[in-house]
């Protein structure tokens, strides 16, 4: 009897857990979002393994990482005893310090409301102390600072075993300095893909009109694949007449759009002095040749 009641505790817990988890919100329109989830679930490998603990996902800004991270949490949160998303790490542990990170996790994985850890070492010693035998999913969002993947994760064994860590980060470097092996590149859209979400955004509707076409795919093409750039300046063309898209075509290719440049200006504020001079360099002298015959020149 002790048995059955223990086997209807536990399906209880389950089904409640399940049914209490709301997920995240991934994107408004979708595009080629599933074989990207399935190729990161798979290097998150579900299956209990001490080789897996911690998987990258990384791009340049706009690229996608949050959306993929988010659909892949979404995707996986029933197999964990313990969530938490933490987003824009970047931005929270500027305003507030690494402390409030650590503090958001505690709350959201050990429910304790209005923690206050003092110090980012004591913060370790109880992430330590209270998760260590927790079977967890962390995602911790835009990391820029290695210290952030330190305060939150340093070591895998802080979270008990079956865990799994999901960063995503601009900068693929940090990824391996903090030893993480399995990485996912986000890649760009392809065309036909960029195509329907801008005319989502613009049009609310999968395929452009035959009439828009030509502006259309010279958008896309202006756009290289980048979904912000594409949700951008679709949405801001909503319920416009095609020549006013001609208009705003070409005032993008004189002055960017504000939202995506300061999105993509980040990642030049981020760079060293000489790695700035060098971006100038490449920008004025290789301006508009692709990636592939700049490297091979510079190789030589
Ligand atoms: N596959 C997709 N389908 C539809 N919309 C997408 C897709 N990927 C990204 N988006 C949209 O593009 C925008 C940028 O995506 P996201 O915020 O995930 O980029 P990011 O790589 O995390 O950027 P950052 O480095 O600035 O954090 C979001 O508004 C998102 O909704
Ligand atoms: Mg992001």
Redesign the pocket.
């Known amino acids: 009897m002790a048995k059955e009641q223990e086997y209807i505790r536990r399906i209880t817990c389950e089904v409640s857990k399940k049914i209490n988890r709301t997920p995240l919100h991934v994107?408004?329109?979708?595009?080629?979002?599933v074989p990207w989830v399935q190729q990161v679930m798979s290097l998150v490998d579900l299956w209990p393994n001490e080789e897996v603990n911690m998987v990258g996902i990384c791009?340049i800004?706009?690229?996608?990482?949050?959306?993929i991270a988010r659909a892949v949490y979404n995707s996986i949160a029933d197999h964990f005893d313990g969530l938490c998303f933490l987003s824009n790490a970047r931005e929270t542990s500027n305003k507030h310090g690494l402390l409030y990170l650590q503090e958001i996790l505690l709350c959201k994985l050990v429910m304790e409301k209005d923690l206050k850890l003092g110090d980012s070492d004591k913060g370790i010693s109880i992430i330590e102390h209270r998760l260590h035998q927790k079977k967890i999913l962390l995602v911790i969002d835009?990391v820029d600072k290695l210290e952030q993947l330190e305060a939150l994760a340093r070591r895998c064994d802080w979270f008990g075993f079956g865990r799994r860590i999901i960063s995503?980060t601009?900068n693929k470097h940090l990824l391996a300095c903090h030893g993480i092996k399995r990485i996912y590149d986000?890649m760009e859209?392809n065309d036909e893909e960029a195509l329907q979400?801008f005319s989502w955004n613009a049009l609310k509707k999968e395929n452009i009109d035959f009439s828009y076409l030509d502006i259309s795919n010279n958008i896309i093409l202006y756009s290289c694949g980048l979904?912000?750039a594409l949700?951008v300046i679709g949405s801001d063309l909503c319920d416009k007449m095609i020549d006013e898209w001609k208009y705003a075509f070409d005032k993008y290719r004189r002055i960017p759009n504000k939202q995506v440049f300061e999105?993509l200006k980040l990642s030049f504020d981020t760079l060293e002095d000489r790695e700035k001079e060098m971006f100038l360099d490449l920008a004025c002298f290789f301006k508009g040749e692709k990636l592939d015959v700049i490297k091979t020149l510079l190789s030589f």
């Open positions: 994107t408004n329109y979708p595009v080629g979002l791009g800004g706009g690229l996608g990482k949050s959306t835009d995503t601009r986000v859209l979400l979904p912000l949700e999105v």
